[in-house]
């Protein structure tokens, strides 16, 4: 196969795995969900109009290397090379199947040597993608430094007496933070662009057999950019002073300060996470007012707020009402998206001065926006402790306020700036 054809066949099957199984009756929305799907597990955000061009190879020459990588970490790979390589390992497989199939032709052969030649095949079949001992590894870590960024992070290892055919330490949820190990190497120093509490993974093939984990706090609020399409890579932003007329927020002139290319499109995080914060993910009641100033002129200006949890997430995306799609929310596993399901509750000017509540009480979730309750979920998981606070926008950021409560009433932090 082509590396055209491996191009076209990779994304229908993205769109199988998410229901749509007849490319001629896929609507121009169909593809934009397709490459929503695309945008999240990579980063990287490619139009339907592409896609949908892809998928009916209507392509000459070979997409954009960040397209061809989008494809390949939706299959869990970290590049196009790395992703096609697997895919050329596949083909001599399927043609030694072949050849075996024709060597030994069933019509040319007794029935008793068939059961033989059969029961060999299956008692003897390759297990390519099996774990076994996994119980025998081992998987711990130590910070090089206490609160600084970037922090390195040593893994030590041993994967020795474990079978199986590849292995990865992953430094969190992202899937793209995976690097791939050896045996009989036991140690693997890597580096935390951004802070957080972060779920460290030892992965035997597709498997998560060990876990750590690591926190890495700020001692402040701290700030950084990303950018929203294609490149990841972590601007940090330093700042004499975050006050902004009284709120938590930055200017245009200190982002052109810290060289931060304002007419790209980004992603600007003001985080803050704690040492330890002793706060129930499952049971408090946080408060805030925020608005935004827009960096660029955005079609759908938005603001995140996130509080981040040990296990899981708790987060909301908030928009203009023209672009309700474009919203989100999110409580454990209840993952809800505006694209298909009714968000227009939690849209508003993000532009004006907004005060959101957020209450949970034994993982019923509870949300207010200016005093009225717009949206309520159950969720299931153990989402354990609080870890940090996020705003995180397309814009500025102004928080003039951030109160935390715990359920009995005791205050975990506020900050009127």
Request: proline share 3%.
């Amino acid at each position: 196969m082509n590396e055209q054809a491996l191009v076209k066949t990779s994304i229908i099957e993205i769109f199988n795995k998410n229901g749509y199984s007849d490319l001629t009756r896929m609507t121009q929305r169909d593809f934009d969900h397709i490459g929503e799907q695309l945008q999240q597990k990579s980063g990287i955000l490619i139009s339907g109009t592409t896609i949908k061009r892809l998928a009916h190879g209507e392509f000459t020459r070979l997409p954009q290397i960040a397209t061809l990588n989008a494809i390949a970490n939706y299959y869990n790979y970290k590049t196009w090379q790395d992703f096609k390589a697997s895919k050329i390992e596949e083909e001599p497989e399927k043609e030694s199947t072949k050849k075996l199939r024709r060597r030994f032709s069933i019509k040319y052969l007794s029935i008793p040597v068939v059961i033989i030649i059969l029961g060999s095949l299956y008692f003897f079949r390759p297990t390519k993608g099996t774990v076994n001992h996994a119980e025998k590894a081992s998987f711990s870590f130590r910070k090089t430094t206490p609160n600084d960024l970037p922090n390195s992070v040593v893994f030590s290892y041993n994967i020795d007496e474990v079978q199986a055919d590849s292995f990865f330490i992953q430094q969190s949820w992202d899937k793209n933070r995976r690097i791939r190990i050896y045996k009989n190497n036991y140690t693997l120093t890597d580096i935390y662009y951004e802070p957080g509490y972060h779920i460290a993974k030892l992965i035997a093939n597709d498997s998560v057999i060990k876990t750590a984990d690591v926190s890495i706090p700020t001692d402040r609020w701290f700030f950084y950019a990303i950018d929203n399409i294609a490149n990841y890579s972590t601007q940090y932003i330093k700042v004499d002073t975050f006050n902004n007329n009284g709120s938590l927020g930055l200017s245009i002139q200190q982002l052109q300060k810290n060289n931060i290319e304002v007419s790209k499109d980004k992603r600007y995080h003001y985080v803050y996470f704690p040492s330890q914060m002793n706060i129930p993910a499952d049971n408090f009641q946080y408060k805030t007012r925020v608005r935004m100033q827009e960096v660029r002129n955005s079609l759908c200006p938005y603001i995140e707020i996130e509080l981040y949890c040990q296990r899981w997430f708790i987060n909301m995306r908030c928009t203009t009402k023209g672009c309700a799609h474009e919203a989100f929310i999110i409580f454990g596993e209840q993952f809800k998206k505006g694209i298909d399901n009714d968000l227009l509750p939690i849209t508003f000017d993000v532009s004006q001065w907004t005060d959101i509540e957020i209450t949970v009480k034994n993982k019923v979730a509870v949300v207010k926006i200016n005093g009225k309750e717009v949206f309520s979920t159950r969720y299931t998981t153990n989402t354990k402790y609080l870890a940090g606070l996020g705003y995180i926008s397309n814009g500025l950021c102004e928080v003039d306020r951030v109160e935390l409560y715990s359920l009995d009433g005791k205050l975990m932090y506020k900050n009127e700036f």
